[in-house]
């Protein structure tokens, strides 16, 4: 026990950059994927093989490939990032393929009436979608976002391998200073997880108590 309070100030650090890649990667992924709904979803054909295509190349491809991808190849062509940026765009990139098939299946369960109505007053495919479609399926579909949260919370662990130095980056950094104190870190570090992941849990149920979707 002692040596968990002797580092904290070192695993606060760690989990504090956590915390920053799993909001900063969830925004973007979010953002991304409702891009990908709308493609997916689109009367444009070529908008929809686009977004069916990234989504199936990401789904199917382990994120430690993806991180291997962006780490690697950015440089290659001259994009210099740190590897916390580096983190970011390979956890957007892979989170926001499931992402758009989350809100994919909330789209799907909204009325058609209700959008062949939006294009009986005139509304173009893109305000029906944002004005009355999307919000709904935001509201329909907050437990599977609220999972794909907690999954990119275990994910950003990998960011570790690449020096970015989260929680699980002062785990095995403490884990080799202190051999002995093996499973008390192991505690600690897992007990900061589940704080995480309680509170995204938590946050999930409020809204979708005050969302309820009455269908």
Known sequence: ???????????????????????VSGIVATLLGTLLAGMRVSPV?????????????????PLLIVFLIIVTG????????????????????????????????????????????????????????????????????????????????????IAEVFGVTEASYQLDSLVRDFPTALWWLFAGIAFGYMIIVFLIAGGASLLERRWTVTR
């Open 74 to 157: 950015l440089p290659a062509v001259g994009l210099q990032y740190s590897f916390f940026v580096r983190a970011i765009i390979s956890l957007s990139l892979y989170t926001s393929a499931f992402v758009c098939e989350a809100l994919r299946s909330g789209i799907n369960a909204i009325q058609a009436g209700q959008a062949e109505a939006a294009r009986a007053i005139g509304m173009t495919f893109g305000q029906s979608l944002r004005l009355i479609v999307l919000p709904q399926a935001f509201r329909a579909v907050v437990p599977p976002l609220a999972s794909i949260l907690i999954a990119l919370t275990k994910n950003t662990a």
């Open 1 to 23: 026990m002692n040596v968990l309070i002797d580092n904290l100030p070192k695993i606060i650090s760690g989990f504090w950059l956590t915390v920053q890649l799993l909001v």
């Open 45 to 61: 054909p070529v908008l929809q093989r686009a977004g069916t295509a990234y989504v199936t190349v990401f789904r199917n491809t």
